[in-house]
């Protein structure tokens, strides 16, 4: 039977690149041993924040978290997801010609 009010959790180690430059501010977190992250799973890596100074980059190994989202939140997810995707545009019109 499916176990939806304890969330299951998984611990594995990642590697933490942090890059601060002109061209790219940016964080990405790889995930060891072929950990697929599925809709609705959250991540938390631990340790203190990588404060990487500009025209700088880091890389880090840490430990991460994954709480795995149960069947509904998943369905949730996939249902709601490209209504929030929406969100993140922004449109503009304008008479000008560009």
Same mark, same amino acid.
């Given at each position: 039977?499916?176990?939806?009010?304890?969330?299951? !959790?998984?611990? &594995?180690?990642?590697?933490?690149?942090?890059?601060? =430059? %002109?061209?790219?501010?940016?964080?990405?977190?790889?995930?060891?041993?072929?950990?697929? &992250?599925?809709?609705? @799973?959250? &991540?938390? &890596?631990? #340790?203190?924040?990588?404060?990487?100074?500009? #025209?700088?980059?880091? =890389?880090? !190994?840490?430990?991460?978290?994954? =709480?795995?989202?149960?069947?509904? $939140?998943?369905?949730?997810?996939?249902?709601?997801? @490209?209504? $929030? %995707?929406?969100?993140?545009?922004?449109?503009?019109?304008? #008479? $000008?010609?560009?």
């Amino acid at each position: 039977m499916l176990n939806i009010f304890t969330p299951d !959790r998984q611990d &594995v180690m990642c590697t933490v690149r942090v890059v601060n =430059t %002109f061209e790219s501010l940016a964080a990405h977190v790889e995930l060891d041993d072929g950990v697929m &992250v599925e809709p609705g @799973d959250e &991540v938390l &890596v631990h #340790g203190k924040p990588i404060i990487v100074p500009y #025209g700088e980059s880091a =890389t880090e !190994r840490r430990k991460a978290t994954i =709480t795995r989202a149960n069947w509904l $939140e998943r369905k949730w997810v996939k249902l709601t997801g @490209d209504l $929030e %995707f929406m969100e993140l545009l922004e449109f503009s019109f304008s #008479g $000008e010609e560009l």
